[in-house]
C-alpha cells in the first residue's frame, strides 16, 4: 500500500500544535504547578534529611523528632500530589483524547468526497486512535513534564552549587555532551519512528479490509494469501522496530555510562570533602541526594526524547489529515413545491487521484430534469450515470458547464447548500450496525412513528414487524443479519423519511424480486407524485413507471 507522506518544518509543527493546544491547557497547566510543587517538595526533603542527619550526628542543634516530622510530612505531601496528578490525568487526559478526536472525526465527515480517498481508513483509524493519543500524551503530559524536568535540574543545581561548586562544574560539564547526543539520537529516530507508524497502520489496514471482505476471500480461497501479505507487513514492522531498539540501547548505554562516571566522580569527591572535615555527614547525603535529582531530569529527558520523536510523527500525521479540503460550510437551500434540475452543456472529467485516469465521461451532456417528473437513466456500465448523481448532490462539480436546482423563477447553482433537497438511496448494502430504528431515524431524527410506518409501507419495508425484536431489531455491520434485499428496502424507507424534493435511486432496487420491485415503484410514484424521482437502473422494466427515459452511452 502506498504511504503518503508530508514533511512539515519545525515552526508549522509547532504552529500546529499550540493551535491544538486549546482544549488540553487546563490539564497541561495543572500538571505543570502540581509538578513544581513537587520539585519543591523534593528539594525541601534533601534539605531536612541534611539537616536531621546533621542533628543525629552532632553537628547541628535542633530536635531529631520535630525534624522527622517534617521530614515525613514531605514524603506525604509528595505522595498526595502524586494522587492528584493520577486522578487529573484519569479525568482530564480522556476528556482531552475525545475532544481531539471528534474534531478530526467531524473534519473528515466535512471534507470534499474524491470518489478514492487518500488515505486507507485502516490508517485513518490508526491516526485517530494513536496518533491522537500521542499527541494528547505530549501536551498534557510531557511538555509539563519537560518544563518541570528544567526546573528541577536548574533548582538542583543551584542548590549544589552553593553547598559546593567544583562538583556542580562536574555536572555541569557532562550535559553538553549529552546534549550532543540528544541531538543525533532525535535526527535519527525521527525516521525510525515515522516507518513504524506508517507499518502499523498498514497492518491495521490489511487487517480492517481483511475482516470486511472475508467472504470474498473465502470464497476465492485466499485465505493464505492474506495472511502472508499481513506476515510481509509484520515482518517489515519486527526489522523496523529492531533497528529502534538497537539505536536506543546504544544512545541509552552512552547516557548511562556518562552519568554513572559523573556520579562516581561526585561521590569520590565528596568523601574526600568528608575526609578532610570540610563537609559533614548530612551534607555528603546530600550531595548524593542532589546528583541524583540532577541526573534524574537527564534521565527523563533521555526517556522524554522518544515520545517527543513518536509524537512529532504523529503530528505530521494528523496534520496530513488536516489538510484535506473541506466542503464550504454555507446555509442549506431548502426549495419548496416542484424542484427540478437543470444541466447545461455539461461535461465532467475525472481527475488522476480520483481513480479514473483523467478519462472524460460526461461532454456538453444537457438535460432538464422537469419538476414532478419521473426519469429512469439507462446505460452501459461507465456511461457517467452515477457520475450524473454526484453532480446533483454537489459531491463533484463540472469541469465545463452549469448544472442548477430550480423552482418557477427561483434557480441556485449545485453546491452542497442545495444538497437539502435531496434524498440519496446508493446502490450496495448501505446500513449501518445498530437497530433498525435507528438506521430509520438517520433520515430524519425526527419522525414519529406514524412516519416510520407510512416510510416502511411505501418502501415494502413493513416485513421489519415480523422480526422478533420488530423495529429494535438489531443489525450487525453492513446490515448483517438480514437479506440484501431487505436492507435495499429498509434504506429506501430511511430516504423516504428525510424531508426532500427530489427522490434519487442508483440501482436501488438491484436486489429485489420483480413483483416486489413493481410494487415499490407504484408506492413511490403515488407518494411522490409532486416531488421528482431520477432513477438509476439497468432494468427495462422500471421504464413502464416512469414519465422520461435518459439513454447514456460510454464516451
Not at 528544567?150 to 549529552?178: G, H
Request: one cysteine or more; charged letters at 20%.
Amino acid at each position: 500500500m502506498k504511504i503518503n507522506k508530508t514533511k512539515y518544518s519545525w515552526s508549522a509543527i509547532v504552529a500546529w500544535l499550540w493551535h491544538h493546544h486549546r482544549g488540553c491547557r487546563v490539564q497541561a497547566v495543572l500538571n505543570a504547578l502540581i509538578g513544581l510543587a513537587m520539585v519543591g517538595a523534593g528539594l525541601l526533603g534533601v534539605d531536612t534529611l541534611r539537616k536531621l542527619t546533621d542533628i543525629a550526628s552532632g553537628t547541628r542543634e535542633g530536635s531529631i523528632v520535630w525534624m522527622s516530622i517534617l521530614l515525613g510530612s514531605v514524603f506525604l505531601i509528595e505522595m498526595l500530589l502524586h494522587i492528584l496528578s493520577t486522578w487529573i490525568a484519569a479525568v482530564l487526559g480522556v476528556r482531552a483524547q475525545n475532544q481531539m478526536q471528534k474534531f478530526f472525526f467531524r473534519h473528515l465527515l466535512r471534507g470534499q468526497w474524491s470518489g478514492t480517498e487518500k488515505y486507507h481508513s485502516g490508517d485513518v483509524l490508526n491516526r485517530l486512535f494513536t496518533d491522537v493519543n500521542d499527541i494528547v500524551g505530549l501536551m498534557t503530559e510531557v511538555i509539563p513534564t519537560t518544563l518541570i524536568v528544567i526546573v528541577q535540574f536548574a533548582a538542583s543545581l543551584i542548590y549544589l552549587y552553593l553547598m559546593d561548586s567544583t562538583l556542580a562544574l562536574i555536572l555541569v560539564i557532562t550535559s553538553p555532551a549529552f546534549m550532543l547526543l540528544s541531538r543525533i539520537y532525535f535526527r535519527r529516530m525521527r525516521r525510525i519512528v515515522r516507518t513504524i507508524k506508517d507499518s502499523n497502520s498498514a497492518i491495521q489496514s490489511i487487517i480492517q479490509e481483511s475482516i470486511s471482505h472475508k467472504m470474498v476471500i473465502k470464497t476465492l480461497e485466499r485465505t493464505d494469501t492474506m495472511i502472508d501479505r499481513l506476515e510481509n507487513r509484520q515482518s517489515l514492522l519486527r526489522y523496523q522496530v529492531r533497528q529502534r531498539a538497537k539505536f536506543s540501547i546504544l544512545t541509552k548505554t552512552l547516557v548511562n555510562i556518562g552519568f554513572a562516571s559523573a556520579y562516581l566522580l561526585g561521590l569520590v569527591w565528596g568523601l574526600f570533602q568528608l575526609q578532610n572535615g570540610v563537609i559533614t555527614v548530612g551534607v555528603l547525603i546530600a550531595f548524593t541526594q542532589l546528583i541524583n535529582r540532577i541526573q534524574r531530569p537527564m534521565l527523563q529527558m533521555a526517556r522524554i526524547l522518544p515520545v517527543f520523536v513518536n509524537s512529532l510523527a504523529s503530528s505530521e500525521r494528523l496534520m496530513e489529515l488536516e489538510a484535506l479540503p473541506l466542503e464550504p460550510a454555507d446555509d442549506p437551500l431548502p426549495l419548496q413545491g416542484g424542484v427540478g434540475v437543470r444541466f447545461e452543456n455539461v461535461s465532467f472529467r475525472y481527475q488522476p487521484d480520483m481513480g479514473r485516469s483523467g478519462r472524460v465521461v460526461i461532454r456538453n451532456f444537457s438535460h432538464d430534469f422537469q419538476p414532478g417528473s419521473f426519469t429512469a437513466i439507462l446505460g452501459e456500465t461507465g456511461a457517467g450515470k452515477t457520475t450524473l448523481i454526484r453532480l446533483m448532490l454537489s459531491l463533484v462539480n463540472p469541469t465545463e458547464g452549469n448544472v442548477q436546482i430550480y423552482n418557477g423563477d427561483t434557480s441556485y447553482t449545485l453546491s452542497p447548500s442545495t444538497r437539502c433537497n435531496f434524498s440519496y438511496i446508493p446502490q450496495g448494502n448501505t446500513l449501518f450496525s445498530g437497530t433498525i430504528r435507528e438506521n430509520l431515524l438517520l433520515g430524519n431524527p425526527d419522525a414519529t412513528e406514524e412516519k416510520i410506518e407510512q416510510a416502511l409501507q411505501i418502501a415494502k419495508a413493513d416485513f421489519v414487524h415480523d422480526l422478533p425484536k420488530g423495529l429494535d431489531t438489531v443489525c450487525s455491520e453492513q446490515g448483517g443479519g438480514l437479506s440484501e434485499g431487505q436492507a435495499q428496502r429498509i434504506a429506501i424507507a430511511r430516504a423516504l423519511l428525510r424531508p426532500c424534493r427530489i427522490l434519487l435511486l442508483d440501482e436501488a432496487t438491484s436486489a429485489l424480486d420483480m413483483e416486489t420491485e413493481r410494487d415499490l415503484l407504484e408506492n413511490l410514484k403515488a407518494h411522490f407524485r409532486d416531488g421528482t424521482i431520477i432513477f438509476v437502473t439497468h432494468r427495462l422494466a422500471v421504464i413502464d413507471y416512469t414519465t422520461d427515459t435518459l439513454r447514456m452511452e460510454r464516451l
